[in-house]
């Protein structure tokens, strides 16, 4: 059977974290693509990396390019074409820049990869990924959105460093928008089975979320150039290996909301299973009052953030 396609729009922090990974795992042959300007720096990045494989013993193509024809037939797209935020700057600050690449993107995907599950990482999140998929036409099990796999990884690195524990044995999920409104849901939180709210208290709870909802800003903080990449990347890979695979993980993924959660048209981060269908199954949770109050809080400033695109 052939080797799997996957291309990266965008060649930057994230997209070259994205290649070395997708290499080291095997996921199949990777395209990165980046902008005409940049051609030179995205074929030496695939070269380079290319020239690790001896050392790193994986088989994989890697190519570099600005000619959008060179992602035909891609089986998965992670897209991260885009500004990253600067010190100071919130993630809506990106949205005017940011969802017209996106739509010159979404043209060049559906034209020369309309059949591939499409991974948007680009900021700000929930809206980009709208953007995407409007513009793609693409059905919506086909277009997700990267964020949810990260905020869950950041609330688990939070609470496994503070009750020193393994991170493989915190479960859990973070709601709704990828911004300062997303909801981690401590209720649904255990540690190896044992409800996190019998391990720690409120007041520490409440700490680890709002550590949580601003972490993203805490590493733009540190720094001072860029935002995070090792763990976006590896987020993206976690649910581009679930399509390839078909692994039928249950992961948040931004996803368009159609009646779940009481939400009609939107795109926003829930639990989905992910397989070879891509977005198979939207799982609902029944939310206590609280909860849902949060939920409402985050689809709003979503909505308000997507009011503002203009396509
Ligand atoms: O959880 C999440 N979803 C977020 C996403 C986590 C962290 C960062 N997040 C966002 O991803 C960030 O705010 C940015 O909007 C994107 C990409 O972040 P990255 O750190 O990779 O930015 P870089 O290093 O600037 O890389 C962006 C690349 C760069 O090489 C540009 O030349 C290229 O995108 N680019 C384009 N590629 C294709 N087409 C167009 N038009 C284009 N414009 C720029």
Redesign the pocket.
């Known amino acids: 059977m052939a080797r799997k396609k996957i291309a990266l729009?965008?060649?930057?922090?994230?997209?070259q974290i994205l290649a070395l990974l997708a290499a080291q795992r095997e996921l199949g042959d990777v395209v990165i693509?980046?902008?005409p300007q940049?051609e030179g720096p995205v074929k030496g990045k695939a070269l380079d990396l290319w020239e690790s494989s001896p050392a790193q013993g994986f088989d994989a193509d890697l190519q570099g390019t600005s000619d959008y024809k060179d992602i035909a037939g891609a089986d998965v797209v992670i897209v991260?074409?885009?500004?990253?935020?600067k010190p100071g700057m919130s993630?809506d600050d990106?949205l005017a820049t940011?969802v017209n690449?996106i739509k010159?993107?979404a043209e060049n995907v559906k034209e020369y990869a309309p059949k591939a599950f499409s991974i948007i990482?680009?900021?700000p999140?929930d809206a980009m990924v709208s953007t995407f998929h409007k513009v793609s036409g693409f059905p919506k099990n086909q277009v997700a959105?990267?964020?949810g796999v990260?905020d869950t990884a950041r609330w688990r690195a939070f609470l496994a460093m503070e009750l020193g524990v393994s991170i493989e044995d915190i479960a859990g999920t973070v709601l709704g928008g990828?911004g300062p409104t997303m909801v981690p849901l401590p209720r649904l939180t255990t540690v190896g089975g044992v409800p996190l709210m019998e391990l720690l208290d409120a007041e520490s709870i409440e700490r680890i979320s709002k550590r949580t909802r601003e972490a993203?800003t805490e590493i733009v903080k540190l720094l001072g150039n860029?935002?995070?990449?090792f763990s976006?990347a590896a987020?993206a890979i976690e649910m581009a290996e679930a399509y390839l695979k078909d692994k039928k993980r249950v992961l948040p993924c931004a996803a368009l909301c159609e009646g779940e959660y009481g939400i009609d048209g939107l795109f926003i981060g829930v639990p989905c299973k992910l397989g070879a269908g891509g977005i198979e199954k939207i799982y609902q949770i029944k939310l206590e009052a609280d909860e849902q109050a949060l939920l409402d809080k985050t689809v709003e400033a979503v909505k308000k953030t997507l009011s503002e695109v203009k396509l």
């Open positions: 729009i965008g060649g930057g922090q994230i997209g693509f980046d902008i940049l991260t074409a885009g500004l990253p935020r993630r990106l940011n690449i010159n993107v990482v680009t900021n999140l959105g990267m964020a990260l990828h993203g860029g935002s995070a990449f976006p987020s």
